[in-house]
C-alpha cells in the first residue's frame, strides 16, 4: 500500500511524555513521527508534557528530529508533572492550544496518571486520545509490559552484580533499595535475576524475623558470608519500627530501615545502596527498543482509524489495545509465578 493510499480520520497530531521518565520514551516518540509521516500525517511535538500543552510549548516535527534517538534514554520531549491540568481550567487552556495548532489527536506516553489527563481532555473536549505505557515500574494494570522496564530492571542487575563482588571480598551484607513506592515488580525481577538471599516488596508487608534474618541465618549455615537483601523502596514491615530503628545514620527509607534491622538482630553492619534514578536511565534494552516502537506505530494506527480513549497494551507477545476507562480500573498485579519462585530461591541452602 502507498502512503497516499491511506483514508486518515486524523490529519494533524501531538505527541507528549509525561510523569516519570523511562528508557525507551525516545524510541516511542520516533516511531509516531515516523508512522505518522508515513501516513502523511503532521505530528505537533509537545514539551514537557500537558503543562507544555498548557502553555503551548509546541513544534512542528519531522523526521530529523527523531534521527538517532532510538538508542538513547530520556525524553526529547521532556516530562513534567502538571497540577494545573488537573483542573477544568487548565485543560481549558490545553484544548485552545489543541485547536490553536490545529490537532485532531494526542499520543501520550506515561503512565496511569498520564492517561487519567488524557481521557480528563477527551471526555470534556472533543480531541482523541491515545496512551502508550512508559514506566520502569511496569505497574500499569491493563498491559503486562509497560517501555523502560527491561531496561531498568538490567541496570539494577549490573549494578547489583558489581556490588556482589565487592561484598564477597569483604564477606559483607548489603542491602539493595530498587524503584517502586507502591509496586514490586521491578524488584521482585531483579531479586531473582541476581539470586538475592531475601526481597521485600510494598505489596507483602515483611516481617524481619521470618523474612531476612531467618533467610541469612539459613544461608550462614549453609556455608555463604555474603548475602544480598533487594528492597522495594516502598516496602514496609508489618509492624510499626521501634523509634530507634526509623533510619539509620547515613539516611532514611526502606533500606536503612532493613540495614538498621539486620543490624539490630544479628550483630551485622550492613552495607545500604539507594539505586536510585540510575534505573531510569542508560541507552534503553533491545526490548524496550522493539515494544516502544511497535507501540508507538501501532498508535498512530489507532488515531488514523478514527478511535480514541484508547490504551495500546502489550499482551502475550501481542500489541493491540484496550478502552481507556476500562483500562485505568484494573489494578497492578505482580507476577504469581515470580512470587513462587522468589520463596523457592531464597532461604533455601
Given at each position: 500500500?502507498?502512503?497516499?493510499?491511506?483514508?486518515?480520520?486524523?490529519k494533524r497530531i501531538g505527541v507528549l511524555t509525561?510523569?516519570?521518565?523511562?528508557?525507551?520514551?525516545?524510541?516511542?516518540?520516533?516511531?509516531?513521527?515516523?508512522?505518522?509521516?508515513?501516513?502523511?500525517?503532521?505530528?505537533?511535538?509537545?514539551?514537557?508534557?500537558?503543562?507544555?500543552?498548557?502553555?503551548?510549548?509546541?513544534?512542528?516535527?519531522?523526521?530529523?528530529?527523531?534521527?538517532?534517538?532510538?538508542?538513547?534514554?530520556?525524553?526529547?520531549?521532556?516530562?513534567?508533572?502538571?497540577?494545573?491540568?488537573?483542573?477544568?481550567?487548565?485543560?481549558?487552556?490545553?484544548?485552545?492550544?489543541?485547536?490553536?495548532?490545529?490537532?485532531?489527536?494526542i499520543v501520550a506516553i506515561g503512565g496511569d496518571?498520564?492517561?487519567?489527563?488524557?481521557?480528563?481532555?477527551?471526555?470534556?473536549?472533543?480531541?482523541?486520545?491515545?496512551?502508550?505505557?512508559?514506566?520502569?515500574?511496569?505497574?500499569?494494570?491493563?498491559?503486562?509490559?509497560?517501555?523502560?522496564?527491561?531496561?531498568?530492571?538490567?541496570?539494577?542487575?549490573?549494578?547489583?552484580?558489581?556490588?556482589?563482588?565487592?561484598?564477597?571480598?569483604?564477606?559483607?551484607?548489603?542491602?539493595?533499595?530498587?524503584?517502586?513506592?507502591?509496586?514490586?515488580?521491578?524488584?521482585?525481577?531483579?531479586?531473582?535475576?541476581?539470586?538475592?538471599?531475601?526481597?521485600?516488596?510494598?505489596?507483602?508487608?515483611?516481617?524481619?524475623?521470618?523474612?531476612?534474618?531467618?533467610?541469612?541465618?539459613?544461608?550462614?549455615?549453609?556455608?555463604?558470608?555474603?548475602?544480598?537483601?533487594?528492597?522495594?523502596?516502598?516496602?514496609?514491615?508489618?509492624?510499626?519500627?521501634?523509634?530507634?530503628?526509623?533510619?539509620?545514620?547515613?539516611?532514611?527509607?526502606?533500606?536503612?530501615?532493613?540495614?538498621?534491622?539486620?543490624?539490630?538482630?544479628?550483630?551485622?553492619?550492613?552495607?545500604?545502596?539507594?539505586?536510585?534514578?540510575?534505573?531510569?536511565?542508560?541507552?534503553?534494552?533491545?526490548?524496550?527498543?522493539?515494544?516502544?516502537?511497535?507501540?508507538?506505530?501501532?498508535?498512530?494506527?489507532?488515531?488514523?482509524?478514527?478511535?480514541?480513549?484508547?490504551?495500546?497494551?502489550?499482551k502475550d507477545g501481542a500489541i493491540t489495545d484496550?478502552?481507556?476507562?476500562?483500562?485505568?480500573?484494573?489494578?497492578?498485579?505482580?507476577?504469581?509465578?515470580?512470587?513462587?519462585?522468589?520463596?523457592?530461591?531464597?532461604?533455601?541452602?
Open positions: 500500500m502507498s502512503k497516499n493510499d491511506f483514508n486518515n480520520a486524523v509525561s510523569g516519570g521518565d523511562a528508557p525507551g520514551m525516545n524510541a516511542a516518540v520516533r516511531a509516531v513521527v515516523r508512522s505518522a509521516v508515513y501516513r502523511s500525517i503532521e505530528v505537533i511535538g509537545i514539551r514537557r508534557g500537558w503543562q507544555g500543552l498548557i502553555n503551548g510549548d509546541m513544534f512542528q516535527m519531522s523526521t530529523k528530529d527523531v534521527s538517532h534517538i532510538i538508542n538513547t534514554g530520556g525524553t526529547i520531549l521532556y516530562t513534567a508533572r502538571s497540577q494545573e491540568f488537573r483542573t477544568h481550567e487548565g485543560r481549558q487552556k490545553a484544548y485552545n492550544n489543541c485547536r490553536l495548532f490545529g490537532l485532531d489527536g496518571g498520564t492517561f487519567s489527563g488524557a481521557l480528563a481532555l477527551s471526555t470534556e473536549f472533543p480531541i482523541s486520545v491515545v496512551g502508550i505505557p512508559g514506566t520502569i515500574d511496569n505497574d500499569i494494570g491493563c498491559t503486562h509490559y509497560s517501555i523502560g522496564y527491561d531496561t531498568a530492571a538490567n541496570t539494577a542487575m549490573e549494578a547489583i552484580d558489581k556490588l556482589r563482588d565487592t561484598m564477597k571480598s569483604h564477606e559483607r551484607c548489603s542491602v539493595i533499595e530498587v524503584m517502586g513506592h507502591r509496586a514490586g515488580n521491578l524488584a521482585l525481577y531483579v531479586g531473582i535475576a541476581t539470586g538475592a538471599t531475601s526481597v521485600l516488596i510494598p505489596e507483602e508487608p515483611w516481617d524481619i524475623q521470618k523474612d531476612v534474618v531467618e533467610k541469612i541465618q539459613a544461608a550462614r549455615v549453609a556455608g555463604r558470608t555474603n548475602f544480598m537483601v533487594v528492597v522495594a523502596e516502598g516496602a514496609h514491615p508489618k509492624k510499626s519500627p521501634e523509634p530507634e530503628e526509623d533510619s539509620m545514620a547515613e539516611g532514611t527509607g526502606a533500606g536503612y530501615m532493613v540495614g538498621q534491622m539486620i543490624n539490630k538482630h544479628l550483630g551485622l553492619e550492613p552495607r545500604v545502596t539507594v539505586l536510585g534514578h540510575i534505573q531510569r536511565g542508560g541507552a534503553p534494552s533491545a526490548r524496550d527498543r522493539v515494544t516502544a516502537t511497535r507501540m508507538g506505530h501501532y498508535a498512530v494506527n489507532v488515531l488514523a482509524e478514527g478511535k480514541t480513549n484508547r490504551i495500546v497494551v502489550h484496550v478502552d481507556m476507562v476500562e483500562g485505568l480500573k484494573l489494578h497492578n498485579t505482580l507476577n504469581e509465578n515470580e512470587k513462587v519462585v522468589v520463596k523457592a530461591m531464597t532461604g533455601v541452602y
